[in-house]
């Protein structure tokens, strides 16, 4: 299993197709004698001018199927194939110094890609890529490959690439493929923009995936988790089909469930929300039917960067969000950062074992000005709709206090600048750590609400690393000491008159909401896409049946006798 | 030789899309030669290329020079250009 960055949403099950990459494969530099100059250079020429052809070519077929907006990440590439840097300089070559066409090229792209790629500005780092795509694209024609071997491809292919160009794209979406997965690209790329629009699963940033994966392989691309799984067996093909399954029903869903409430048969309401992490999902939360936002992961804006993020860009994409759904409410987590999530400012922290490191309420309360930066951000965005915020990794309720005292710094700060803020808003801990769980009663009593991470949750309680293969099966929702954590959570927080709610993968999984439903859940947190489902699901259950459900099932402790009596009587 | 200096005014700096404009408007002069630069840092004006690497923020300083055919006209216009936020326009 190789994990990545998930990079447009969907399952896709099928065969590989490697491409190749035409720059390293063909570039054969040599030395041409005086009388092959003119035929070099006029090769090269007719080579540039096919190359800006194809790309007009496909910008006008990208406009007809996607419309303007798309088109513009062409010009980029149209003024590098018509830049003199790039013609005089390969010419020169082959003029003086007798270079074939091939290697010249090579050598002026290179150069220019280096120049770029050292540059301090990400944005121009970038156009360092752009240099080397369209250097390919005369590449191409020089040599007379072409890089796709379309013939390969077919309404079954998963296409891996080391990177794929805005023009592989709109090809390959000729052959009707079913995903992409690619070493390289962010999730801003060109790669994930388009698959987007396309609304095809891709995975990207998978190192050595090309190398990894031979064509002809059977693999998955789970583009709602960043995975890719490679010659997988049929029992997690069995599964991810379900999903794929899950995912259409959801489609028809969608339509009908989008402004009912989630009201249990007998008359029990319960609230679903979704988990997102940036501010231009909030539109999948509405079009989905969310009631606000049960966990907004903060941790985006911080990684990949040199710096910390400044107060006004935070505040500006916190208000962004709360504002686009008030009047429901948004729970922002605290940023988790350390652990597995690399923040450049402090990489000179190696941890040993950083999941169970300085990360969460762990790091805030050490690097003290990173957090109080987004609690103003926050506590300034909660002017403009309905903002709750809550504490990640907390393990004990002394941490929870000592975030709290900071929050209540922050707050008398803004008072005293008469900056306004919400002085209502709701501030709780993220239930993740089986200490926290197990005091669950000390936490409710001073928390507003209580939120269970079960991701976290249940790789600590079963001590499974959930990224690691051998062991992932083990790492079971199911468990009987999981089950009976998520009791005594849920318990804790009502004998208290505090709302509970779940923002892990688990509550997202419709054959568990009953359970969930029986054991008291107040709110169900999950991706926008899964708010259907999950919806459907409460809408089809009873109460009285999913307590007399969970009753029984945390009276069992084997697995298969758990799962037996979840699917009973399901189809 | 004609020449002048222009302040970026652009908000997020000379990126791609506003040299491609400014490109789009020398290129159309074949006969004028142009050079554009930044704190010492020359690049050819009809090159893309070249003009992303002088890494031009808001608020520094170009100084152009036009040579040939058309160089006056090519300024003016270019003023007109480089008087707007190109981000905003």
Known sequence: MLKGIAASRG???GK?????EAWDACVLPRTVSIDEVKTEVARFEAALRKAETDVRETERRLEQRMGRKFAHLFEAYALILQDPMLRDEVIRLIERERVNAEGALS?????????FSEMEDAYLRERGRDVLDAGRKILEHLVGAPRIPLEQVSEASVVIAHNLTPADTVALRDAHVLAFATEIGGRDSHTAILAQSLEIPAVVGLKDVTSRIKSGTMVIVDGNQGLVVVDPDARTIESYRREQGVLVVREKALEQLRDQPAVTKDGV???VAANIDDPSEVRSVLSHGGEGVGLYRTESAYLNRKEFPPEEELFSAYRQVAEGLRPHPVVFRIVDVGGDRYVQPFNLVREENPNLGLRGIRFCLRHQDVFRTQIRALLRASAHGKIQIMFPMVSRVEEFRAARAVLEEVKAELRLGAVPFDATMASGVMIEVPSAALTADAIARESDFLSIGTNDLIQFTTAVDRLNEN???????????????LKMIIDAGHACGKPVSMCGQMAGDPLLVPVLLGLGLDVFSVAPSA?????QAVREATMKDAKQLATEILALTERSRIRE???KGRP | MPAKSFTVRTSGGMHARPWARFVGITSRYRSVTITVVKDGMEA??????GLLTLEAEPGSTLVVTADGDGAETLLAELDVLLAKDLDKD
Do not use: F, N, Q
Request: charged share 25%.
């Open chain 1, 471 to 485: 062991v992932a099966d083990l790492a079971d929702p199911l468990h009987p000491a999981v089950l009976r954590l």
């Open chain 1, 269 to 271: 309401r319960v609230v």
């Open chain 1, 16 to 20: 590989a197709v490697v491409l190749e």
């Open chain 1, 565 to 567: 009596l979840l699917t």
């Open chain 1, 11 to 13: 399952i896709a099950i």
């Open chain 1, 531 to 535: 708010i259907p489902v999950v919806k």
């Open chain 1, 107 to 115: 050598r002026v792209v290179e150069k220019l890609h280096r120049t």
């Open chain 2, 44 to 49: 050819d004006g009809k090159s893309l290329l």
